[in-house]
């Protein structure tokens, strides 16, 4: 913009003279937002007045306020579908490597005759139900023991239990032979 349309453009925007506009110009190297600064101290123009906007918020009751927060945090603290399947394949998946770190064990005598993961174990009774449960209780009165390995203390009441079976058949065993 050269000067004369400056010194239009100040005229347009405060209505002042050209001949005040022209002097405001050049006392302010002709930078315009300084004229009109300029002009305002003069009191050549009427300084725009303060207006300020809000989002309304003072506006509302500290209740309705407290009352949003309260349903924000309810609405966070939701489990959505997708985290109730996170946990539950979490949870799948230390049942699973549980399953693969503790092992079944079947004794005779002394002596181990299998050693298997407690996987198989489970596998087999789902898939071959009708032949491993009477298998195991067949080893029973065949002196077989069974105990699990690794577990922790699942792994105490669990050999506890087939530890009490074992001399419960063995006490069956005992009273019929004596019969």
Not at 126 to 151: D, K, M, N, S, T
Not at 160 to 173: F, H, T
Request: proline share 2%; hydrophobic share 40%.
């Amino acid at each position: 913009m050269d000067k004369l349309e400056k010194v239009e453009k100040l005229r347009e925007k405060t209505g002042v003279s050209y001949e005040d506009a022209k002097n405001a110009l050049e006392a302010c190297d002709y930078d315009l937002l300084d004229a009109i600064i300029y002009l305002e101290k003069l009191d050549k123009v009427k300084a725009p007045e303060v207006e300020s906007f809000t989002t309304g918020a003072e506006q509302q009751s500290s209740t309705e306020f407290e009352q949003a927060q309260q349903t924000y945090t309810n609405d966070c603290n939701k489990v959505t579908f997708g985290q109730m399947m996170d946990k539950f394949f979490k949870w799948c998946g230390k049942v699973l490597k549980k399953s693969v770190d503790s092992t079944f064990i079947v004794e005779r005598r002394g002596q181990t005759m299998i050693n298997v993961p407690v996987l198989v174990l489970v596998i087999a009774l789902i898939l071959a139900f009708w032949v491993v449960l009477p298998l195991l209780v067949v080893g029973l009165f065949c002196e077989c023991r069974y105990h699990f390995e690794g577990i922790g203390d699942i792994n105490v009441n669990l050999n506890s239990a087939c530890d009490k079976m074992a001399d419960s058949v063995d006490n069956l065993k005992s009273d019929v032979n004596n019969k």
